[in-house]
């Protein structure tokens, strides 16, 4: 039995990794969504059986992992690459172990790549508020067809400017919406109250985000279409728009498809049909001037699309179970863990 954090050098990188459990112990993998770390985990890990396996890395520019660069272009390939080299780490995992992989948010979509990439090598998936398989923003209708041709409205451009200056700055108050503790408390859950004791943990997970034009929240370039901004090839919110992460048609047609549970709240206001940090609902809103209109420029419906794809991924020979979260926001193993974690332990009967 060991619990504790190691550094483990891996596809080029040192990553910074959370491990409970014992060696031999039933394996899971847990991969922290944006603007977090793998700290984000810790309540969860403490309400799981010890008969588990933890290993929870932190991604490249967050935590104590290298601020490595993020390659946009490769959607989330780079995330994805840097956990697949760790599965192959003795100290970590047995040998040929199949874990069940847990993503949350934009770990979600980490996880997606994952199995398209390694199907040999994940056991299930459980994706927990995870990002559309259509990437974030940008997208349509159901089958993620394109508002623009240059994806405007998505990419590191659209990121809050005082939001990423506080967090530059690991700035700890609540005098604005924007400093990161208002953030926390008014996105990241739905009631901040769930934060509890942890707050500061968690606020100390977000404060380890590297920001600039490599990592959060990347660059950005001009557009002609509404609102004027459109992805730029480097850093993490490039990564996550839907001119680099689409993985949908690679998920459905995956061989050797695993057992797939989603997992996710109603009260979610950052990956929704209603997103509030999606541009095109803002502007629908008012809050944005010059939107074009629903019609040019409608609002992603992120849940209905997620669903749409998990269904042709069932359709293709897979399974996926759906659970729905009344009054849970954004992160539904902080918020309602007990849920959780029975979720996590079927699947884990269910894979093993």
């Known amino acids: 039995m060991e619990t504790g954090q190691r550094l483990v050098s891996a596809n080029g990188i040192t990553q910074a990794v959370r491990v409970a459990g014992p060696s031999d112990g039933v394996p899971v993998l847990l991969v922290h969504g944006n ?14 059986p010890a008969t588990l396996r933890v290993v929870a890395p932190d991604l490249r520019g967050y935590g104590l992992t290298d601020t490595a660069p993020v390659d946009a272009t490769r959607g989330l390939g780079d995330f994805a690459d840097d956990v697949a080299a760790l599965l192959d780490e003795p100290s970590l995992f047995a040998p040929g172990v199949r874990p069940v992989v847990v993503g949350h948010s934009l770990g979600g979509g980490v996880a997606m790549r994952l199995l398209v990439d390694h199907p040999d090598r994940v056991g299930a998936l459980l994706l927990a508020a995870p990002v559309s398989p259509y990437g974030y923003g940008g997208t349509r209708d159901l089958t993620g067809t394109p508002t623009t041709p240059d994806f405007a409205g998505t990419g590191g451009g659209t990121a809050n400017r005082d939001f990423v200056k506080r967090l530059a700055a690991g700035d700890r108050g609540m005098d604005s919406q924007t ?31 590297a920001t600039g034009d490599d990592n959060y929240p990347g660059t950005a370039v001009a557009s002609a279409n509404w609102p004027g901004t459109a992805p730029g090839r480097r850093g993490v919110l490039n990564a996550l728009s839907p001119a680099y992460f689409r993985v949908a048609d690679e998920l459905v047609a995956v061989t050797g498809k695993r057992p797939v549970t989603w997992i996710h709240g109603d009260a979610d206001v950052i990956v929704s049909d209603t ?20 019609a040019a420029c409608p609002a992603q419906p992120m849940v209905g699309q997620t669903r749409a794809v998990l269904e042709r991924y069932a359709a293709a020979g897979g399974t996926y179970r759906e659970v729905l979260l009344p009054g849970c926001g954004h992160s539904p193993h902080l918020e309602r863990p007990a849920e959780f974690v029975a979720e996590l332990l079927r699947l884990t009967d269910e894979a093993g």
């Open 275 to 294: 997103a509030m940090m999606d541009l095109a609902h803002l502007g629908s809103l008012g809050v944005l001037p010059g939107w074009p209109g629903a």
């Open 179 to 209: 400093s990161p503790r208002a953030v926390l408390r008014a996105t990241y859950v739905a009631d901040p109250a769930s934060l509890g004791d942890d707050e500061e943990l968690l606020l100390d997970s977000l404060l380890s985000t």
């Open 35 to 48: 603007c977090s770390s793998a700290a984000f985990w810790e309540p969860l890990v403490r309400r799981l």
